[in-house]
């Protein structure tokens, strides 16, 4: 059966600190991973992984995949609180399945 | 702007009625998606179309009812069928090989 695991489960932080979000995953017929951010319950995509070693960045925040040992992590770096929000992790299959992690619930104090 | 709708914002269900939650996209995507989330867990398919006039169950079908007779559109009904109904409730759409795109969810809650 197909998993994804997501760790810490919930991270709190004060303004300014580096995050690292984890991610391992176990999918049959690997594709591609995924990264989503959900604030007021929509999720919005962040990065698509498909390629180990290649770091994706937007801004603060950056992305990673390694096929070997599978697994994906997340860096927000000079974290805001506007950061706060449940980190989605997905891995989607050459089926196009989806398995989607817990998620890791950020908390940015002012 | 195009985007997914989804409607209502929250849904109260009674027992033994059945409830249909709205999810409307104007992205012209082919497939259509509804998920189910409860708290501290993953997302779980319920059903999916990869096309108009069809659609195929998901991981937790049971007592979930979907129509696709519009691109736009892939209502999902809750049906007393369900007996634990109470969750967070996304539609997404995408189309082949691109990224999903979701709406802002349905809170769906038992009387």
């Known amino acids: 059966e197909d998993k994804v695991v997501q760790s810490p489960l919930s991270l709190v932080v004060h303004e300014g600190d580096t995050v690292t979000l984890n991610c391992s995953y176990e999918?049959?017929?690997?594709?591609?991973l995924l990264w989503y951010k959900q604030e007021k319950k929509a999720p919005t995509f962040l990065f698509m992984l498909?390629?180990?070693?290649i770091e994706k960045k937007s801004g603060r925040l950056s992305s990673i995949l390694d096929k070997k040992e599978l697994f994906s992590i997340l860096n927000i770096t000079a974290t805001q609180t506007g950061d706060s929000a449940v980190y989605l992790c997905?891995?989607?299959?050459?089926?196009?399945?989806?398995?989607f992690g817990s998620g890791t619930q950020l908390t940015v104090l002012p | 702007d195009g985007g997914i709708t989804q409607s209502p914002k929250y849904l109260f269900r009674k027992e033994g009625q059945n409830v249909t939650l709205s999810c409307e996209q104007n992205?012209?995507?082919?497939?259509m998606y509804w998920y189910r989330q409860d708290p501290g867990q993953g997302l779980r398919l319920i059903y999916y179309?990869?096309?108009?006039?069809?659609?195929q169950k998901g991981d937790i079908a049971e007592g979930y009812s979907v129509s696709r007779e519009k691109k736009e559109s892939f209502p999902l009904t809750v049906t007393s069928a369900q007996k634990n109904p109470t969750a967070f409730y996304l539609c997404?759409?995408?189309?082949?090989?691109?990224?999903?795109?979701f709406g802002s969810g349905t809170q769906l809650s038992v009387l």
């Open positions: 992205l012209n995507h082919d497939a």
């Open positions: 997404a759409s995408s189309n082949p090989n691109e990224k999903l795109f």
């Open positions: 997905v891995a989607e299959s050459s089926a196009r399945q989806l398995t």
């Open positions: 498909t390629s180990s070693g």
């Open positions: 179309s990869q096309i108009v006039n069809d659609f």
């Open positions: 999918v049959t017929n690997f594709r591609s």
